[in-house]
Every structure is written in structure tokens, then in C-alpha cells.
């Protein structure tokens, strides 16, 4: 955990150079009192990213030009420890949120929306996708809707613990249209928890 990075997606990284990161706030255009909102010029994305297959390797850290102010709506979240890698977190209730679109057709949200998911073998995935879309690297998910659609890339899935959150998952890939009932693919974290740790340079247990 670190006060001066973000996780997000590579797709949301390669080809811009600035990212403005907002914390502590659920609305997308508002200032809110409880809000820090900062522009960052350095990110750095997997070295792999899109090159074994589509969307592979989409995970990226951005870095913020000074510590995050830590509060009551903005906190820092658990990534998995080491002894979870072999960890599937199937059949797992998982949160994901973002402020993409509603649904096919319609705008981005202004203020941030959530969805609960269930973590679903790859298997799953696989029929609807195709050979060679989802990886071992790949945490599928999702529900009667996906839960996912454009413009949520980045976003975190997420295990609701006792304390917090621990993030399981990277919004990475969906299937075509939003409200087709096939999971949403997520980069997983477990996958790239040594990436993720070095870059970042973080410790986990």
C-alpha cells in the first residue's frame, strides 16, 4: 500500500501524458469539499502489455507528484499477499465500480456507479470470448449484466473486507456490447503482484 501511486489499467496510460486523479469523491465533474484532485505526468505500464494476446498485460501505476492526504473518504487499499497468488476467487462476491456508461447508447455517468459481481472460472469466459482473449493472467466476472461497460477501464474489482477493501481485479476487456450477459475480463492482480509491488515499490506480506 502507498500513499503515492494509483493502479489502473495500461489501456488508460500508453499514448497520454497526463492523468488527473480524483479521491474522495463520487462525482465525476463536481468539486466536492471532500475531494483532492491532482494531475500527474508519469505512469508506467506493463512492459508486456497488448503483445501475448488482446488487452494482455493491461495494468499500469501512475505515480502522484506528492502523497495522497489520507481521510475518512480517501483510504488505501490491500492488494492480495503473496500466499494468495494460486488463489482463484471463484465464486467470490466482488465489488467493481466506475463511472463508464450506463449502458449501450447511453452517456457516462457523472457520478460513480457499483456493481456486484461473481468471480466465474475462465471457462465461462472462454465460451463467450473465444480462443486466445482470456489468460491465466484474465479474473472473469460478472452477473446477469456484465457490470462493466465503455469508459470503465481502469476501474478496481474489489473483495469487501472486515477493514477496507482488497483489490482482486483491473477493469480490462468487455464483450462487444455492455449488456450482453458475458463476464467482464479483469487483469489479475494476483497475476501481476510482483510487477505491481516492484514498480510501485510496496511491500506486501
Same mark, same amino acid.
Given at each position: ?9 495500461? *489501456? ?63 483510504? *488505501? ?17 466482488? *465489488? ?9 447508447? !447511453? ?18 469466459? &472462454? &465460451? ?11 479474473l472473469c466476472a460478472?452477473?446477469?449484466? !456484465?457490470?462493466?461497460?465503455?469508459n470503465d477501464h ?5 473483495? !469487501? *473486507? ?35 509491488? !516492484? ?7
Amino acid at each position: 500500500m502507498t500513499t503515492t501511486a494509483v493502479l489502473t489499467a495500461a *489501456l488508460c496510460t500508453v499514448k497520454h501524458d497526463k492523468f488527473i486523479i480524483h479521491l474522495g469523491t463520487v462525482h465525476r465533474t463536481k468539486n466536492e469539499t471532500t475531494a483532492w484532485i491532482i494531475a500527474a505526468h508519469w505512469a508506467v505500464a506493463h512492459p508486456d502489455y497488448s503483445t501475448e494476446a488482446y488487452l494482455s498485460h493491461n495494468v499500469a501505476v501512475i505515480f502522484l507528484p506528492e502523497k495522497a492526504p489520507l481521510s475518512s473518504f480517501i483510504a *488505501l487499499m490491500t492488494l492480495p499477499s503473496f500466499s494468495e497468488v494460486n488463489e482463484t476467487f471463484v465464486g467470490k462476491t466482488a *465489488l467493481v465500480s466506475g463511472w463508464g456508461k450506463t449502458g449501450d447508447g !447511453k452517456n457516462v455517468s457523472d457520478t460513480l456507479q457499483y456493481a456486484e459481481l461473481t468471480v466465474v472460472p475462465n471457462s465461462i469466459c &472462454e &465460451e463467450g470470448y473465444g480462443p486466445g482473449i482470456v489468460l491465466e493472467s484474465t479474473l472473469c466476472a460478472g452477473n446477469k449484466f !456484465k457490470g462493466m461497460c465503455t469508459n470503465d477501464h481502469g476501474g478496481a474489482l474489489v473483495l !469487501k *473486507l472486515k477493514e477496507g477493501y482488497k483489490q482482486i481485479g483491473i477493469a480490462s476487456f468487455i464483450y462487444d456490447k455492455c449488456d450482453v450477459p458475458i463476464p467482464g475480463g479483469f487483469s489479475r492482480i494476483t497475476h501481476f503482484l510482483v510487477w505491481i509491488t !516492484k514498480t510501485a515499490e510496496i511491500t506486501v506480506e
